[in-house]
Nanobody
Framework: QVQLVESGGGLVQPGGSLRLSCEVS????????IGWFRQLPGKEREGVSC????????YYDDSAKGRFTISRDNAKNTVYLHAESLQPEDTGVYYC???????????????????WGQGIQVTVSS
């Protein structure tokens, strides 16, 4: 069974940065498209950024483009999300998720991942 474990969250000042990590176990990373999702207070879950583990394909939500960068290290079975210029409206719970037969764009916009991590809190506050 595939398991996803997030790390790297916490409290950051406005304008600061964080790097979130998602380690995948129980399967080979290259089998999946991996996505970062978040749930902001009082709002529905939304896709932030997704990446293919077979090629260079990525997708970014409009709220993330230019501030968030997704990357992968297949040898470590890990996907990263580097977030810069964080603002209070970025505060929420961030999840990584995995799905097999999909694309980064489809997963982030309308996909239903099979596997989810437990989520990690990101708080942007002074």
């Amino acid at each position: 069974q595939v398991q996803l474990v997030e790390s790297g969250g916490g409290l950051v000042q406005p304008g600061g940065s964080l790097r979130l990590s998602c380690e995948v176990s129980g399967g080979f990373l290259e089998y999946y498209v991996i996505g970062w999702f978040r749930q902001l207070p009082g709002k529905e879950r939304e896709g932030v950024s997704c990446i293919s583990t077979k090629d260079e394909s990525t997708y970014y939500d409009d709220s993330a483009k230019g501030r968030f960068t997704i990357s992968r290290d297949n040898a470590k079975n890990t996907v990263y999300l580097h977030a810069e210029s964080l603002q209070p409206e970025d505060t929420g719970v961030y999840y990584c998720a995995a799905e097999g037969l999909t694309t980064p764009r489809a997963l982030c916009i309308a996909g239903r991942p099979i596997y989810w991590g437990q989520g990690i809190q990101v708080t942007v506050s002074s």
